[in-house]
């Protein structure tokens, strides 16, 4: 946005929160710097449609601009802004509460959460709480003395609550419109996918991986889903409030007695040198594991051991880092690395001209 608009926005926005009456169109473009109304009937039709735009950028600001009259003897429309419906009181929070939403806003990343996220952390920046920009991500971080940042925060840095999943967005919209849905799942140990039937009831994360909790109709039971095993779209079906969740019913616990307890394993990286930082804070130096494979048979490279509990979140971490980690074991993590690097390369190069010679050479067969 160029800095000409904002102030113009800005501008805007303080008038009509400034008066206690509808203002027409005519009269903002008086009262607003930034507005050039005109004479001509092609310069006054210019404004109306710029006026037009900002109103709306407002609006989906959540900005409550109000239309209305304040005569009814006159014809034309007027605009304002309440101040009790955008002001807002005064917030009595903690440092580390602060520090809480904050981190709550990282799922602005999620185009469902984005709207609602974005307007309740601008009302309270303008309520004075520590909120300050993250610049690349496009979400507000709070930092303080007792923040999640540190002292005074760190620039680069942002806490973040992972929404990988392709399912998350269409099971949660589906969660809040009370609309069945369906979708592909596999379990581990299953080589082909089941189609599922569920009533959603929640959408929750548990040790850092997210689950979709419902009612399976064709099991005629409650179910945990964990979303990362949807191996297709999720599919709405049928009307919005088709049905009611238990009032006594406790997802979180539903989670935690189906999942089995984490036990930690350990992985054996192969990671180019300068490469991997974040796989390094975790790592030791890890010896090789037989006369087979040579301490470094590649040059620049480092063999590396790091702990893991869950298979798939780790290579989907892994993967992120893409030639420049090459899992050695166990063997299913490394067939999950295979796994989401060949579904990767089908998606983005469907033809199989277009693949690149060795395209996968890091994690064919050794």
Not at 217 to 229: D, G, K, M, N
Request: one cysteine or more; glycine letters at 10%.
């Amino acid at each position: 946005m160029s800095r000409r608009r904002l102030e113009r926005l800005l501008n805007l926005t303080m008038c009509l929160m400034a008066t206690s009456r509808f203002l027409t169109v005519s009269q903002i473009g008086e009262m607003v710097e930034g507005y050039d109304p005109g004479e001509s009937e092609e310069a006054q039709e210019a404004y109306r449609r710029m006026f037009e735009r900002d109103k709306q950028y407002l609006r989906e600001l959540g900005i409550p601009v109000e239309t209305g009259q304040d005569s009814a003897f006159s014809d034309e429309l007027g605009y304002r802004i309440r101040r009790g419906d955008y002001a807002l009181g005064e917030i009595s929070l903690d440092p580390d509460e602060f520090a809480a939403l904050a981190l709550a806003a990282s799922l602005w990343s999620s185009a469902t959460l984005a709207a609602p996220a974005a307007s309740a952390l601008r009302k309270l920046a303008a309520a004075g709480a520590p909120v300050r920009p993250a610049g690349l991500g496009g979400a507000d971080l709070l930092a303080g003395p007792s923040s999640a940042l540190g002292p005074g925060g760190f620039e680069g840095f942002e806490p973040r609550v992972d929404t990988a999943e392709p399912a998350f967005e269409a099971a949660l919209a589906a969660v809040q419109a009370g609309r069945v849905v369906r979708f592909p799942y596999r379990r581990p140990g299953q080589t082909e996918d089941t189609e599922r039937h569920v009533q959603p009831w929640g959408v929750l994360s548990w040790r850092g991986r997210w689950y979709l909790v419902g009612h399976d109709l064709r099991r005629a039971a409650p179910r945990v889903f964990r979303l990362s095993r949807v191996t297709g779209g999720v599919r709405a079906v049928g009307p919005p409030g088709a049905f009611t969740v238990p009032p006594d019913v406790d997802l979180r616990a539903m989670i935690s007695s189906t999942e089995p307890p984490e036990h930690t394993r350990s992985a054996l990286l192969r990671v180019r040198r300068g490469c991997g930082h974040a796989l390094r804070r975790r790592a030791r130096p890890a010896e090789a594991p037989g006369p087979d494979l040579p301490m470094n048979p590649v040059p620049d490279t480092d063999l590396l051991s790091v702990d893991f509990s869950d298979v798939e979140r780790f290579a989907h971490w892994i993967v992120g880092y893409g030639p420049d980690v090459t899992v050695i074991g166990p063997a299913d993590l490394r067939a999950e690395v295979i796994r989401r690097l060949r579904a990767t390369l089908e998606a983005t190069a469907p033809e199989r001209g277009t693949r690149p010679a060795g395209w996968l050479a890091r994690t064919g067969p050794r």
